[in-house]
Nanobody, 120 residues
Framework: EVQLQASGGGLVQAGGSLRLSCAASGFTIDDYAIGWFRQVPGKEREFVVSIDRHGETKYTDSAKGRFTVSRVNAKNMVYLQMNSLRPEDTAVYYC??????????????WGQGTQVTVSS
């Protein structure tokens, strides 16, 4: 069974840091791009960052300079280090996987989210 499990969320004060983990099972991530998305109630889910199978990364302007995505294929894991967190980063964070034959906006597998709450 294919699964993606995001973890590592929690409550942190503004300016603090969190490290999210995305654990994949039922498939190997080696050839997959992995993306991180977030969603707040009443709003659409939005893209945050991605890392492709070559290690090439894409960040939103909001995430640049504060967030860092990395992957350890041998562990089937992807990480999102979030520093200098702001209250507007509060959301449920999801990871997703995209095989190379899909378009950049098409994500095949989605995990359950992890809540990140940043207090001011």
């Amino acid at each position: 069974e294919v699964q993606l499990q995001a973890s590592g969320g929690g409550l942190v004060q503004a300016g603090g840091s969190l490290r999210l983990s995305c654990a994949a099972s039922g498939f190997t991530i080696d050839d997959y791009a992995i993306g991180w998305f977030r969603q707040v109630p009443g709003k659409e889910r939005e893209f945050v960052v991605s890392i492709d199978r070559h290690g090439e990364t894409k960040y939103t302007d909001s995430a640049k300079g504060r967030f860092t995505v990395s992957r350890v294929n041998a562990k089937n894991m992807v990480y999102l280090q979030m520093n200098s967190l702001r209250p507007e980063d509060t959301a449920v964070y999801y990871c997703a996987a995209r095989p190379p034959d899909l378009k950049p906006y098409e994500w095949r597998y989605w995990g359950q989210g992890t809540q990140v709450t940043v207090s001011s």
